[in-house]
Antibody, heavy 122, light 107 residues
């Protein structure tokens, strides 16, 4: 069973760049017609879709974050990454990576990482 | 953005009860809808996609229906392990958006 695991700093200073990596295990990030996604959830609140990417480099970002978000993939390491620049306290949240099943299965998110808490504070 | 509105925001029911959660989209999303369950401190788990297709391994007491703007998640016989929050998600247009969640408690 494919598993995802997020990693990265748990504390980021305001105005700096948040960087997270998601490692795919028990399967290849290059196999299948999957997209690789990021979602976040502030404490006690709902889920916000950040964006997704395909291994070809095609990306779809949430317009509310588009100016600050960059996603990338490293197939040699079976990883994909998120960078969010100019962070503020409003970016404090649990960040999840997830696998998007693509068009033929409703773009649903079937596998999720356990989530990593990122706090923006000086 | 497409707004997803869930109701109720919370429900308390007894084991064995039938529980229904509704999700309304602000625009027609056909059947581009998924349902997730999230237990406290855990990542969401996919239950249903394409409005009514049960994800592999999910108990058949969960079912989904609807199309267009109105959708329903039904738990036919509530079990103790079903406690948690349930979210709908539309994947018809970017950005994908989620409902605010429905918290299910066991009486």
């Amino acid at each position: 069973q494919v598993q995802l695991q997020e990693s990265g700093p748990g504390l980021v200073k305001p105005s700096q760049t948040l960087s997270l990596t998601c490692t795919v295990s028990n399967g290849s990030i290059s196999s299948g017609s999957y997209f690789w996604s990021w979602i976040r959830q502030p404490a006690g609140k709902g889920l916000e879709w950040i964006g997704r990417m395909y291994i070809s480099g095609t990306t779809n970002y949430n317009p509310s974050l588009q100016s600050r978000v960059t996603m990338s993939v490293d197939t040699s390491k079976n990883q994909f990454s998120l960078r969010l620049s100019s962070v503020t306290a409003a970016d404090t949240a649990v960040y999840y990576c997830a696998r998007d099943l693509g068009l033929f299965r409703g773009n649903a998110l079937d596998i999720w990482g356990q989530g990593t808490m990122v706090t923006v504070s000086s | 953005d497409i707004q997803m509105t869930q109701s109720p925001s919370s429900v308390s029911a007894s084991v064995g009860d039938r529980v229904t959660i509704t999700c309304r989209a602000s625009h027609d999303i056909s059947t581009w809808l998924a349902w997730y369950q999230q237990k406290p401190g855990k990542a969401p788990k996919l239950l249903i996609y394409a409005a009514s297709t049960l994800q592999s391994g999910v108990p058949p007491r969960f079912s989904g229906s609807g199309s267009g703007t109105n959708f329903t998640l039904t738990i036919s016989s509530l079990q103790p392990e079903d406690l948690g929050s349930f979210f709908c998600q539309q994947a018809n247009r970017f950005p994908q958006t989620f409902g605010q969640g429905t918290k299910v408690e066991i009486k």
